[in-house]
């Protein structure tokens, strides 16, 4: 069945230290891809989606593109913040627009000042 | 933006007795609602899909007259443990789906719910 498996935390980094979170998925189709953020003591927020092949997207300083080849959906920022701390879920939508969510494990970042 | 509340954010209660969870979008109307849940240190599970006016659809090896799912309006879809036991304390989270289908799921902030 259709599957996200993503780099296991905890990653811990220096402010400004450059980021990047693997993300690899398994799916049958054409999903639609997504990281979401879980700020400490708050929900999931969307970070970004891609909707299909080459597509990139990016917020807050984020980027992730969508590589169909590598069934990757990597997230990266060139220099994180104390405040980017959080635990990031890559998650693939399967079944189009009205399906549900599947999400990886959750990979907890930590940045020092 | 679209906000997702749900209600309680933490439940602690002793062990034989039933929680209800609420799920409510407040800016949209969702006619569809889902029901995740989370164990430590692993991903977010789905249990089952709330379709306003109709049955939940539940996942593989959930347990539906345990994990009992109403959606009977619009804007609130219920999640209700029943006789609950400690090996169903966890983390629930709702997320809700605005009716026009395009537009990514918003999440509720999550129920904490210890069984003791």
């Known amino acids: 069945g259709d599957s996200v498996t993503q780099m296991e935390g905890p990653v811990t980094l220096s402010e400004e230290a450059f980021l990047t979170i693997n993300c690899t998925y398994t799916?049958?189709?054409?999903?639609?891809l997504f990281w979401y953020v879980q700020y400490p003591g708050e929900g999931l927020q969307l970070l970004l989606k891609a909707t299909k092949a080459d597509d990139k997207g990016s917020n807050k300083g984020f980027e992730a593109t969508y590589r169909k080849e590598t069934t990757s959906f990597h997230l990266e920022k060139g220099s994180v913040q104390v405040s980017d701390s959080a635990v990031y879920f890559c998650a693939l939508r399967r079944g189009g627009s009205q399906g549900n969510l599947i999400f990886g494990k959750g990979t907890k970042l930590s940045v020092k000042p | 933006g679209a906000v997702v509340s749900q209600h309680p954010s933490w439940v602690i209660c002793k062990s034989g007795t039933s929680v209800k969870i609420e799920c409510r979008s407040l800016d949209f109307q969702a006619t569809t609602m889902f029901w995740y849940r989370q164990f430590p240190k692993q991903s977010l599970m789905l249990m089952a899909t709330s379709n306003e006016g109709s049955k939940a659809t539940y996942e593989q090896g959930v347990e539906k007259d345990k994990f009992l799912i109403n959606h009977a309006s619009l804007t609130l879809s219920t999640l209700t443990v029943t006789s609950a036991h400690p090996e169903d304390s966890s983390f629930y989270i709702c997320s809700a789906r605005d009716s026009q289908g395009s537009q990514p799921q918003h999440f509720g902030d999550g129920t904490r719910l210890s069984i003791l």
């Open positions: 799916a049958t189709g054409y999903p639609s």
